[in-house]
């Protein structure tokens, strides 16, 4: 196992699949993989680049700086610049997106009655973009800016499909809600055909006791309003969109394991997506990308990274939670160091998923197994395989030399904000 452990960290180290990233742009795919690719490899399509221009890219030695070409513009004067990594992967693994949705409501969707009397607002954003509301928006639909990042790792295959896709699943979700977020003057119901409720939460608030008595009016009587045990939540609009937006992750990632098997879906990838829609701004990371505002010189960061450092506890409780996930042969304890087998019976510091403080405990024969979350800062990893613990992709990623599926611990759910 220690070999294993060692080899597996060297190869990261030295780079992740340094040799065959890049033989998956080709027609024979990555790892001797015979299905085709879901999508040709490339870069950003707004870069606007040739196939000449694609391959100069990727020059390790001179490592050229590619930015948008003079003769293109993105929304809201976004900038971009992106240069080859150092030599970890032949081709660069990460992608961009950057594009203005049109969100129309489904055809035969149900949605909650509009407001006819709601007035077209002003938009408070960059160049009058935002809001974008118009008289006849209810058949134009919503517009929305999409931005997004993709940072890939161990191919290139995850990052280029949700790039081209996750937009698309995003959009799919805002369908649904995109009626009941342009009225705006009334919460989303709680149950989608049901008449919007204009009444005053204040007005609605009952006692436990006239709950349970169902309000006033004898029993079955018309004026007896139904049973209610608790008073309904009040569910902000907001709410709408980031759970839009955890929703679509969460399919794009059931996307990428249902294709495998038709396509060569090689690797995984970080997603960042930033959503600005009828004049709010929504960010949602999955992986340790990082968006930030900068405002009057002031740095206001928009997201958390997801690290074996930052989700111990989530990762450990997993493990304890589901321990054949860990393949007999680590411990989902932490320890300040590999425990030795001549410290059997020797007290050491550890700690486990309920904890945030250390403690001394006995050492046990289970305990020299490796652990589950090994190494600090950005050497920390996964089962000594892998340094961020959320995104989309590697469902076939395995520990070294074994069959420990590593995905188990791989979440695709954002951080939204």
């Known amino acids: 196992m220690l070999t294993r452990v060692k080899s597996a960290v060297a190869n990261f180290m030295g780079g992740i699949m340094a040799g065959s990233s890049g033989s ?61 990594n150092a030599g970890k992967s032949t081709h660069n693994e990460d992608q961009a997106s950057c594009e203005v949705l049109t969100v129309k409501k489904k055809a035969g969707a149900i949605t909650s009655t509009p407001n006819r009397n709601s007035a077209k607002r002003r938009s408070s954003l960059p160049n009058g973009e935002g809001l974008q509301l118009k008289e006849n928006s209810e058949s134009e639909g919503v517009s929305c800016h999409y931005w ?14 949700a790039s081209r896709l996750l937009q698309h699943h995003i959009t799919e979700q805002l369908q649904d809600i995109v009626e009941i977020l342009k009225n705006s003057a009334v919460l989303p119901p709680a149950c989608l055909g049901e008449e919007p409720d204009h009444t005053p939460s204040s007005s609605r608030t009952l006692t436990r006791a006239a709950s349970l008595r169902g309000g006033v009016g004898a029993p079955g009587s018309p004026s007896t309003p139904p ?26 990632d059931l996307q ?15 997603a960042l997506t930033v959503v600005c829609l009828l004049g709010k701004l929504y960010v949602a990371n999955a992986g340790d990308s990082r968006a930030i505002i ?47 087998r001549k410290e059997l ?13 250390w403690a001394y405990k006995t050492i046990e024969d289970d305990d020299l197994k490796f652990p589950l979350i090994y190494g600090e800062g950005k050497k920390a990893r996964v089962m000594a395989t892998i340094g961020v613990t959320r995104g989309l992709g590697d469902h076939d990623l395995k520990v070294h030399d074994s069959n420990i599926y590593i995905k188990p611990f791989l979440s695709s759910a954002p951080e939204p904000s």
């Not at 040739?50 to 900038?79: F, M, N, Y």
């Open 148 to 161: 997004s990042l993709f940072d890939g790792h161990a191919g290139s295959g995850a990052a280029v499909v």
């Open 256 to 270: 990428i394991e249902r294709e495998r098997s038709l396509y060569n879906i090689s690797g995984g990838c970080t």
């Open 24 to 84: 998956e742009h080709g027609s024979g795919g990555c790892g001797g993989s015979d299905l085709p690719l879901r999508f040709p490899y490339g870069r950003p399509e707004f870069l606007g680049l040739s196939q000449d221009e694609v391959e100069c890219s990727a020059d390790h030695i001179a490592r050229p700086i590619l930015i948008l070409k003079e003769t293109r513009r993105l929304p809201w004067a976004t900038g971009y610049a992106e240069v080859i």
């Open 294 to 340: 900068i405002r009057n010189g002031e740095i206001i960061p928009m997201s958390s990274e997801f690290t074996p450092e930052t989700e111990r506890q989530r990762l450990q409780y997993l493990a304890f939670m589901q321990p054949h996930l860990l393949g007999n042969e680590f411990t989902h304890l932490e320890f300040p160091r590999r425990v030795q």
């Open 345 to 357: 019976g020797k007290k050491m510091l550890y700690r486990d998923f309920n904890m945030t403080g």
């Open 227 to 252: 049973t209610r045990f608790f008073t309904e939540k009040k569910i902000p609009h907001e709410c709408l969109v980031i759970g839009a937006l955890e929703s679509a992750f969460k399919e794009m």
